[in-house]
């Protein structure tokens, strides 16, 4: 007999710790393997909510300076679905095969999403000019041409002209809009002309312009109050104040096909990428921003914003005559019932569509509603979404959205409310 010290384990007793050793490592695994698909959801839904971020981060800033410069908001409806106002724009719901612009080469919009217009002086500085007697700081030369004067110095404060001399060095037509130093409500928009223009004296210089007669001065000019260039501008004697840089974005969500497609990017959303964009153009126009005859003037079109965003929809809150009112010191109250009579938000319900521009003429708008929809970028197998049923009048009943292997994208819809009554 071995002495007690000397006695191993039996195999009954090996093979229990063996068991318990395997159960052990299984958990291990399980919940390694928990913490991972853990980690790649936070992932997922982390970056889709840094999407929606981005996205109305970099609206509502262009949102906040529409108009920037002297430009009106303006209330034009033109279509039974655009609302074509001078500083903002509404293309509501667009249809299928919908470019952002008629250029060839241009990238095609999701259908059913809107498309933002925003106009304004916005990423340069708005330069004051010398109305003093006799300053000789503005003149119409023509019936089609004038030229103003700028100087690097205004009332002792430093101007910063470098976008007017880059314009003209480089041959860009960029749009100018001229301020009257008598009423900020009479306005011009001008093309540059870099040609005679002078830009070698750095303490100021002379920017010459063109009224009419060129390709997008038709679209300039209906920019302008009553269509035309103002009478008042072009009396003996009458100044202009300050003159910007004007800027058009169209923000929109454009179809993206560099993942390879299965299936009809329309009726199958699991095969359609998509991402927020903004296209920049000469104002009113469908020409992309740039010199002139640029090839590469195109991807101003497509200047990507944030990415997995599956719809940009906007509803425009009016001091309309439909239910509520905003009057100073009394009453600010706009009503919302999205039934179309006693709603005082435009694009918010179907019986908005078609638009009757009698309701929102001579409206002051003062709400700008962005809602963005975005979507992680792979599914997960085990993740069921709630239905959608509307983001503002766009329905999404019978939606691929709702339907098969699109229910396991994660989805979060963000809104911001913008209100634009410092504008005017």
Same mark, same amino acid.
């Given at each position: 007999?071995?002495?007690?010290?000397?006695?191993?384990?039996?195999?009954?007793?090996?093979?229990?710790?063996?068991?318990?050793?395997?159960?052990?490592?299984?958990?291990?695994?399980?919940?390694?393997?928990?913490?991972?698909?853990?980690?790649?959801?936070?992932?997922?839904?982390?970056?889709?909510?840094?999407?929606?971020?981005?996205?109305?981060?970099?609206?509502?800033?262009?949102?906040?300076?529409?108009?920037?410069?002297?430009?009106?908001?303006?209330?034009?409806?033109?279509?039974?679905?655009?609302?074509?106002?001078?500083?903002?724009?509404?293309?509501?719901?667009?249809?299928?095969?919908?470019?952002?612009?008629?250029?060839?080469?241009?990238?095609?919009?999701?259908?059913?999403?809107?498309?933002?217009?925003?106009?304004?002086?916005?990423?340069?500085?708005?330069?004051?000019?010398?109305?003093?007697?006799?300053?000789?700081?503005?003149?119409?030369?023509?019936?089609?041409?004038?030229?103003?004067?700028?100087?690097?110095?205004?009332?002792?404060?430093?101007?910063?002209?470098?976008?007017?001399? &880059? *314009?003209?060095?480089?041959?860009? !037509?960029?749009?100018?809009?001229?301020?009257?130093? %008598? $009423?900020?409500? @009479?306005?011009?928009?001008?093309?540059?002309?870099?040609?005679?223009?002078?830009?070698?004296?750095?303490?100021?210089?002379?920017?010459?312009?063109?009224?009419?007669?060129?390709?997008?001065?038709?679209?300039?000019?209906?920019?302008?109050?009553?269509?035309?260039?103002?009478?008042?501008?072009?009396?003996?004697?009458?100044?202009?104040?300050?003159?910007?840089?004007?800027?058009?974005?169209?923000?929109?969500?454009?179809?993206?096909?560099?993942?390879?497609?299965?299936?009809?990017?329309?009726?199958?959303?699991?095969?359609?990428?998509?991402?927020?964009?903004?296209?920049?153009?000469?104002?009113?126009?469908?020409?992309?921003?740039?010199?002139?005859? &640029? *090839?590469?003037?195109?991807?101003? !079109?497509?200047?990507?914003?944030?990415?997995?965003? %599956? $719809?940009?929809? @906007?509803?425009?809150?009016?001091?309309?005559?439909?239910?509520?009112?905003?009057?100073?010191?009394?009453?600010?109250?706009?009503?919302?019932?999205?039934?179309?009579?006693?709603?005082?938000?435009?694009?918010?319900?179907?019986?908005?569509?078609?638009?009757?521009?009698?309701?929102?003429?001579?409206?002051?708008?003062?709400?700008?509603?962005?809602?963005?929809?975005?979507?992680?970028?792979?599914?997960?197998?085990?993740?069921?979404?709630?239905?959608?049923?509307?983001?503002?009048?766009?329905?999404?009943?019978?939606?691929?959205?709702?339907?098969?292997?699109?229910?396991?994208?994660?989805?979060?819809?963000?809104?911001?409310?913008?209100?634009?009554?410092?504008?005017?």
């Amino acid at each position: 007999m071995r002495p007690e010290s000397q006695r191993g384990f039996t195999l009954i007793e090996l093979l229990v710790v063996l068991v318990v050793i395997g159960q052990i490592f299984v958990l291990i695994v399980m919940l390694f393997d928990f913490s991972t698909k853990l980690s790649h959801v936070q992932t997922n839904v982390a970056e889709m909510q840094q999407s929606l971020r981005v996205a109305q981060y970099d609206t509502v800033r262009l949102i906040r300076m529409a108009g920037r410069g002297g430009l009106p908001v303006g209330i034009v409806p033109a279509s039974p679905s655009v609302f074509q106002g001078v500083a903002v724009a509404v293309s509501d719901n667009v249809p299928n095969n919908t470019k952002i612009t008629t250029t060839a080469g241009a990238p095609f919009v999701v259908p059913g999403t809107d498309i933002l217009t925003i106009r304004g002086v916005l990423s340069n500085p708005v330069w004051q000019l010398d109305v003093s007697a006799n300053s000789g700081s503005f003149q119409v030369d023509s019936a089609t041409t004038g030229h103003l004067v700028v100087q690097n110095v205004h009332d002792g404060v430093v101007q910063d002209l470098s976008a007017l001399k &880059n *314009a003209v060095q480089n041959g860009i !037509l960029e749009p100018l809009i001229l301020v009257s130093a %008598t $009423d900020p409500s @009479v306005y011009a928009v001008v093309e540059l002309d870099p040609n005679t223009s002078d830009v070698s004296d750095p303490t100021q210089f002379t920017i010459h312009f063109k009224i009419s007669g060129q390709p997008r001065s038709v679209g300039y000019l209906a920019l302008c109050p009553g269509g035309t260039f103002p009478a008042t501008l072009n009396a003996n004697g009458s100044q202009v104040v300050q003159v910007g840089i004007l800027e058009e974005y169209r923000i929109y969500v454009r179809q993206d096909y560099s993942a390879p497609l299965t299936g009809n990017v329309v009726t199958d959303a699991s095969n359609l990428g998509s991402k927020l964009a903004r296209a920049r153009v000469f104002p009113n126009s469908n020409d992309p921003y740039g010199p002139e005859g &640029n *090839a590469a003037n195109v991807n101003n !079109l497509s200047l990507d914003v944030a990415d997995n965003i %599956t $719809d940009l929809q @906007v509803a425009l809150g009016f001091d309309s005559a439909n239910a509520g009112s905003i009057d100073a010191g009394t009453s600010t109250t706009i009503t919302e019932t999205a039934d179309g009579s006693n709603d005082d938000w435009l694009f918010n319900g179907p019986s908005d569509l078609p638009v009757n521009p009698a309701t929102w003429n001579n409206t002051s708008l003062y709400y700008v509603r962005l809602s963005t929809l975005a979507r992680t970028d792979r599914p997960d197998v085990k993740y069921l979404a709630p239905p959608l049923l509307k983001i503002e009048d766009r329905s999404y009943s019978g939606s691929p959205f709702n339907q098969g292997n699109n229910l396991m994208f994660r989805r979060r819809l963000l809104q911001t409310v913008v209100n634009l009554r410092s504008l005017g």
